[in-house]
């Protein structure tokens, strides 16, 4: 299924709503538009945002990959990501004769190390992440530098998109869409005053939770661990062999 885009997304809620819909792409970008329109376009741009942040999962995980340059040890991170969203044991080498495992130090590890910086170049075995330097693009280094051009891959979750034009896509799946909808239209209740918060309320905490679980990858979730021992379960006679601790 093909994911919705920011002008279905917002002409669903007003549905939803009992609202008149936006008619077409020229009215929902340059009007003009009722205030519950309007506010629902803004609605939607921040619960998509604020919902990628809060439930990244797998499905705002992605898989990027480049190649270094023995003339250089500066490389920016893919700008669909960020460093705060990077996958810190997920670097790789993936040249043929080359492969392994690149693991991750912090940048004043390394300074501490080479204060003069690494003139030995070689097969990387660290990455590390360089500071801020005012272009508002995240860099990257690896010790000992490049020696050669070397494919690399790493995994990022996606940073959210700021939805702006009619037909920018909803980022996740369209399976879970309906949290989108409902947790903006609390919002859209709120400007229209007529009493309906309480009652969406009510779905979209259990939807929410539903959401994450569904959302959870094989690492993510707590293992079972076999004490060895039965513990008594919560009717008579029940047992348990294992226990799945929250982590």
Do not use: C, H
Not at 7 to 15: A, Q, S
Not at 57 to 82: I, L, P, Q
Not at 126 to 148: C, E, L, R, T
Not at 214 to 220: A, K, Q
């Amino acid at each position: 299924m093909a994911n919705s885009t920011y002008m279905d997304t917002v002409n669903r809620i007003l549905n939803q709503a009992g609202q008149d819909p936006i008619p077409d792409s020229s009215t929902f970008t340059n009007g003009p538009l009722t205030k519950v329109q309007l506010q629902t376009k803004l609605f939607v741009d921040k619960a998509n945002r604020g919902l990628v942040r809060s439930i990244r999962g797998r499905f705002m995980k992605r898989k990027y990959t480049f190649n270094t340059s023995a003339a250089s040890n500066s490389y920016s991170v893919d700008t669909t990501t960020s460093l705060e969203n990077m996958v810190e044991d997920s670097m790789f080498r993936t040249s043929a004769g080359k492969g392994g495992r690149i693991e991750y130090i912090p940048y004043d590890t390394w300074i501490t190390w080479f204060p003069e910086g690494e003139s030995v170049k070689g097969i990387p075995n660290f990455w590390f992440d360089y500071p801020p330097d005012g272009s508002g693009v995240d860099k990257i280094g690896f010790s000992p530098p490049p020696n050669a051009t070397i494919a690399i891959q790493y995994e990022g979750y996606l940073d959210p998109v700021v939805l702006s034009a009619y037909n920018d896509v909803i980022q996740w799946p369209q399976k879970f869409e309906d949290l989108l909808w409902d947790y903006a239209q609390l919002w859209v209740e709120m400007v229209l005053s007529e009493g309906k918060m309480e009652q969406i309320a009510v779905f979209l905490e259990p939807l929410f939770t539903q959401v994450r679980q569904l959302t959870l990858g094989p690492v993510d979730k707590p293992p079972s661990v076999d004490l060895g021992m039965r513990l008594g379960g919560v009717r008579k006679g029940g047992s348990r062999s294992a226990y799945s601790p929250t982590l």
